[in-house]
RNA sequence: GCCGGGGUAGUUCAGUGGCAGAACGCCAUCUUGGUAAGAUGGAAGUCGGGAGUUCGAUUCUCCCCCCCGGCUCCA
C-alpha cells in the first residue's frame, strides 16, 4: 500500500519527537524547542548550553560540544526506543500546567505563552508503551516519566511509531546552528537534521540520488572544465577562465542581440560614484553597510562601488528632456556590480561578492506598465524555453524596510498581483521579500540540492523616480513622473550559468559550448591533414581543438568524452583517402561521414538554431 | 556574521609527534594506433597562514584566512 504525503508527513514530525527523546536520553539537560517534518525528513532545534550548569569543566565541554560525530549514538537511541513507542496519545492541560511542566525551558514556555494569547488549546503528546500513558495531572508533575516521551505538540503523528516506522528508513544525516525562530538575535540553538522515507530502498534511492546530484554541482563542474575558480585573494569573486568566458560571452551576446531587437539600448556607467549619488536613490540608508566602499586621498570624498545599476540609468534618464514619445525609454547595462555579501553566505557561483546582471530599467508611463510588463514576461519565456529550464514565478510584497508610503506600495502590489493573474502566471508568495523601493515579481529555480535560488526579477518602481526627480513632457505639455520597472532575465551571469552547468551537467549545447567540436587524429600520419581540418573550422569560425597528442585514440577519445564537447572528428587513413570526415557525437552512438563543407554547414545550422 | 565540519602535489584523496604518500594529470622516452585509460622513467609539496608547547610539529594548543553544510541576510 502506497502511503500518502501526508502519512509520510506524521511519520517524520514523529521522528522528530523520537530524536528530542533520545536526546534527552543522551543530554538529559538539553533544551528542546520545537521539531517539525521537512521535504524528505525532519529536523528537531535544542539548546545544550543548558548543560552548562554542570560542575566539572569536563563534563561541561562534553555536555556543550555535539558534532556530526555524536549522530550515530543519537540515532542508534532513537532506534532503541522506537519498538517501545507503542502510540501517541494526546493530553490536554491548562496553560499553567504547561509552564510548570516545562518550568525550565524558556523555548517551551515561549510557545505556551503565545498559545495561551491566542486562545489555543495547549495540548502534550505522549509517545511510549501503551500501559504507561500518564494523565494530565500525572504529565505536568516534573518527576520523569517512567517510560516514554512528553512534549509540547499540535498534533499530527503516526497513530502506532513502532509499526508505522520503519527503522532502516530514517537517518540523521547533519547538524547546523540555528537561531530561535529564525531571529539572528536570539540565541543560536542546535539544529539536528533527519532523513525519512517509508522503506529503506526509498531512503537508499534517495541517498543515491543525492550522490549523483553531487557529480553535476557547478563547483565541481566548474573546476573540472576549467570554467572558473575562486581565490582566497578575493572571496566570493569568480575569476572567469578561458572556457568559461567563452560560454559567458555567448550568453551576453545572444542577451544583446535579443534586446536591440526589442528596442532596448545599452549603456555603460561608472563603477565609483559618489555616496551623495546612492543618497539619491535611497540605498544609502538601506543599503551602505553591504556595499564596498573606495576612499579618495580627501577624506570628504567617499565612493561607493556599484551595487546596483539604477541610479546610474536614473543619471542618464535625466540627462536631458525627455517626451512621451520616448516612452517607454528601456536602457539595459550589464556593468560588474559588487556587494559586500555576508561571509557565510558566499556558495560557488550561485552567491557571489561581484557578478554582472543583465540589466535594463524601462521608464514607462503609468499607463504603460501593464503592456510592458507583458512584453518582459515573453523575454522571460524565450530564454528559459531556449534552455529548457524549469522556473517558478514569485510575488514579493513588502519587505519591513521600506521607502515610500504603504499607500503606494499596496497600489504597486495590486498592480502586480493584476497583471500576473491576467497573464495566467501562477505564482507563489514572497511576504516581505520586495525590494525596499517597490514590490517584485521573482523568477524561482532549483540548484541540483534542491536549494531554491532567485534567477530573474521584475520589480515596479514608484519611489526612485520620485526622488531622483525624473519627470518626461507629456502630449499636453505638462511634466510627469515616468515609473522603473527593473528587470533581469538571467538575474546574475554568475548565478545563471551555476545553475546552467548543473542543468546541463556540463554538457551544453554547440552555441554555448567553450570547445564545439575536437579533432583526433590516429597517428602521426594524418597530422597534416587533421591540421588543415582543424585551421578551416577555426577560419569559420567553429571553436575546433586539435588533440595531436601522443596517445591512442581510446585515450583521445575518453578525454574527448570527460570534456563534454559535443563533436569528434577521427582522422584515420580511411578520412584522408576519401576526404570524408568521420563524425562523432556526444549524444549519439551513430556517427556519420561528411565532407568538409557539408560538416560547417551542419555546424553553423546548429549554432544558429542555438539547439 | 553565527553554529558545525574541513584545508596534505595541478586534481581527487590516504597518512604520521621523528626523511611526505597513492592514483590521475604534467614532462621525457619508447610505442604510430580505429572509438572511454599503451609502456617505462622523471619532475612536482611553505602539509592554508602565523604564534605557542616540544630535543623535534604537517600531526598537539591558540589566533587568523579560505572552503563546505545549515541559520540569518539577500537592493
Not at 15 to 44: C, D, M, Q, R, T
Not at 61 to 74: C, F, M, N
Not at 162 to 181: E, M, P, V
Not at 582 to 599: I, Q
Amino acid at each position: 500500500m502506497k502511503k500518502s504525503t501526508e502519512q509520510l508527513g506524521l511519520m517524520r514530525h514523529s521522528l522528530a519527537h523520537l530524536l528530542a527523546a533520545a536526546v534527552l536520553e543522551l543530554y538529559p539537560n538539553a533544551k528542546p524547542s520545537i521539531g517539525p517534518s521537512i521535504e524528505n525528513g525532519f529536523y528537531y532545534d535544542f539548546d545544550f548550553s543548558a548543560s552548562r550548569s554542570a560542575d566539572s569543566r569536563r563534563l561541561k565541554r562534553e555536555s556543550t560540544q555535539i558534532s556530526d560525530k555524536d549522530l550515530p549514538r543519537i540515532e542508534k537511541k532513537m532506534k532503541e526506543l522506537l519498538p517501545s513507542w507503542e502510540l501517541f496519545e494526546r493530553i490536554e492541560v491548562t496553560p499553567d500546567e504547561a509552564r510548570q511542566m516545562f518550568s525550565g525551558n524558556p523555548y517551551k514556555v515561549e510557545l505556551i505563552d503565545e498559545l495561551e494569547k491566542n486562545g489555543e488549546q495547549i495540548s502534550l503528546y505522549y509517545s511510549g508503551p501503551r500501559n504507561s500513558i500518564p494523565d494530565a495531572n500525572e504529565a505536568t508533575k516534573l518527576t520523569k516519566l517512567q517510560a516514554g516521551f512528553l512534549d509540547l505538540c499540535r498534533g499530527g503523528h503516526v497513530e502506532h511509531p513502532s509499526k508505522d516506522i520503519d527503522s532502516d528508513a530514517f537517518t540523521l544525516t547533519h547538524i547546523a546552528g540555528a537561531y530561535w525562530r529564525g531571529d539572528e538575535k536570539n540565541p543560536m540553538l542546535t539544529r539536528i537534521y533527519g532523513l525519512a522515507f517509508n522503506t529503506k530502498k526509498e531512503l537508499e534511492e534517495h541517498l543515491a540520488m543525492q550522490e549523483e546530484a553531487k557529480k553535476r554541482d557547478h563547483r565541481k563542474l566548474g573546476k573540472e572544465l576549467g570554467l572558473f575558480m575562486f581565490h582566497e585573494t578575493s572571496p566570493g569573486m569568480p575569476y572567469w577562465l578561458p572556457k568559461g568566458v567563452v560560454l559567458y560571452n555567448e550568453l551576453v551576446n545572444f542577451w544583446r542581440e535579443d534586446h536591440r531587437a526589442r528596442g532596448y539600448q545599452e549603456i555603460v556607467s561608472p563603477l565609483l560614484n559618489k555616496k551623495e549619488l546612492y543618497i539619491t536613490s535611497g540605498h544609502y540608508d538601506h543599503y551602505w553597510s553591504e556595499m564596498f566602499v573606495a576612499e579618495t586621498g580627501d577624506e570628504d570624498e567617499e565612493y561607493g562601488v556599484k551595487a546596483m545599476n539604477c541610479p546610474n540609468a536614473h543619471v542618464v534618464f535625466a540627462s536631458q528632456p525627455r517626451s512621451y514619445k520616448d516612452l517607454p525609454l528601456r536602457l539595459s547595462d550589464t556593468d560588474t556590480l559588487h556587494r559586500h555579501e555576508r561571509s557565510g553566505t558566499l556558495s560557488g557561483l550561485l552567491r557571489v561578492r561581484s557578478f554582472r546582471q543583465d540589466d535594463a530599467h524601462i521608464y514607462v508611463a503609468e499607463d504603460q506598465i501593464e503592456a510592458e510588463y507583458q512584453r518582459v514576461f515573453e523575454i522571460v519565456e524565450r530564454f528559459y524555453s531556449l534552455f529548457g529550464m524549469s522556473y517558478s514565478y514569485r510575488l514579493s510584497t513588502r519587505p519591513e524596510d521600506i521607502m515610500g508610503n504603504p499607500e503606494t506600495w499596496t497600489t504597486a502590489e495590486n498592480t502586480l498581483k493584476k497583471i500576473l493573474d491576467e497573464n495566467n502566471k501562477p505564482f507563489t508568495a514572497g511576504d516581505k521579500e520586495g525590494a525596499f523601493y517597490g514590490p517584485k515579481v521573482d523568477i524561482m529555480m532549483k540548484d541540483v540540492l534542491g536549494r531554491e535560488w532567485q534567477m530573474g526579477t521584475i520589480q515596479l518602481d514608484f519611489q526612485q523616480p520620485r526622488r531622483f526627480n525624473l519627470e518626461y513632457t507629456d502630449k499636453d505639455g505638462t511634466k510627469k513622473m515616468p515609473i522603473v520597472i527593473h528587470r533581469v532575465i538571467y538575474g546574475s551571469l554568475e548565478r545563471f550559468i551555476g545553475i546552467l552547468i548543473e542543468h546541463y551537467a556540463g554538457a551544453f549545447p554547440l552555441w554555448l559550448s567553450p570547445i564545439q567540436i575536437k579533432v583526433l587524429p590516429i597517428g602521426e600520419g594524418q597530422y597534416e591533414y587533421a591540421q588543415h581540418v582543424h585551421q578551416t573550422l577555426k577560419e569559420h569560425g567553429i571553436r575546433a581543438e586539435l588533440d595531436d597528442s601522443n596517445e591512442t585514440l581510446g585515450k583521445k577519445i575518453r578525454n574527448w568524452k570527460l570534456e563534454k564537447v559535443p563533436y569528434a572528428l577521427v582522422i584515420g587513413d580511411k578520412e584522408v583517402e576519401s576526404q570524408k570526415l568521420k563524425v562523432e557525437s556526444r549524444d549519439s552512438e551513430k556517427s556519420e561521414s561528411l565532407a568538409l563543407e557539408k560538416l560547417l554547414e551542419k555546424l553553423q545550422k546548429e549554432i544558429a538554431n542555438k539547439a
